[in-house]
């Protein structure tokens, strides 16, 4: 099959920007969208040419499958700016596939990755001037697939949607960030859809995370299903504990997304001689290195929240502070992939793709 190129998308410009309307110096995460977006169908059992158009709420029908029985997955990544105004994503390849990771578990047709790759592209040349420049911001992009496909029988859609939407983005935590440990609650079981980014993981999560906040936590860190002994993620990052001078992280499984930031922190550790390992690590091991403090820092990881320290855990109501570094590994580290991003040093990983 012949690969998509730009001039496949046809692309209708909004007649009406926003962009003089929004203060890019005080930017909240995922709060104001840019003008376009990228939307794609499914339809006749193919996906059909994508198409850039004004950003726009969209029509369903009330029995579309989204709406009943959940089939919906979406990606995270960012877009950034550097000194001249050229624009990168990061390992943009890594998003699509784990698209399609998530596609096929949740029965919704694949999208060809041209599709996603020149799509988000062609999307990108159009929103250039939405990319924010300033420390900490970048231009987030939330491509999504849902069924939008009609009928109340319980089966997967003949018809979906592909959309790709940006929106300039602050820092997605404002403050410290204090987590609860879940014992109670789980996010993901054994041969469930943990590892994929299906909207209904995060839905799971919102009752148990109401009442983590209304107990001081901002986010629940997720514990295995079957004995909740070992840690396992956060709500929207992956988890690293530095215990003494060693770097811990929890191997992938079929009940933790596989996070593009967090195998890229690996790396990057590594190349820095810093200590990892990819191992279980039991809540008590976490409690106990609290204790006799060689527990020196956590933090967690993800698109949307960079790198982000852990100040403190509550577990089985005890509160556990993390005490702050002066030389953290999370400084360090969130120093380097930033870099890496927004094109400021080397990439000796090839991660970062030039628009
Ligand atoms: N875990 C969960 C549940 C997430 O929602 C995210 C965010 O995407 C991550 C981990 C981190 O993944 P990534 O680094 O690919 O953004
Ligand atoms: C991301 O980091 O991109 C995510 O998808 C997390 C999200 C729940 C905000």
Redesign the pocket.
Known sequence: MATLTKKDIKLTRTETSKLSTVDFNNLA??QVFSDHMLTCDYKDGKWQLPEIVPYSPITLDPSAKIFHYGQSI?????AYKDSNNDVFMFRPLENVKRLNISAKRLAIPEVPEDYFLEGLKALLEVEKDWIPTNEGSSL?I?PFIFASGKGFHASPADEYKFIICTAPSGA?FSGKVNVLIEETYSRSANGGVGFA?AGGN?AGQFYPTQLAKAKGYQQVIWTDDTTHEFIEEA???NVFIRINDTLLTSPVSDRILD?I?RKSILQLAEAEGIKTEVRKVKVSELVEASKNGSLKEMFGA????VISPISGFGFRGEDFEIPEQDQSFASQLKHRIINIQTNKTEDPFGWRVKL
């Open positions: 995460f995922g979406f990606e995270g990544m960012k987030y939330r997605y980014k995060y709500g929207a990052m996070g930031t993800g698109t949307a929240a």
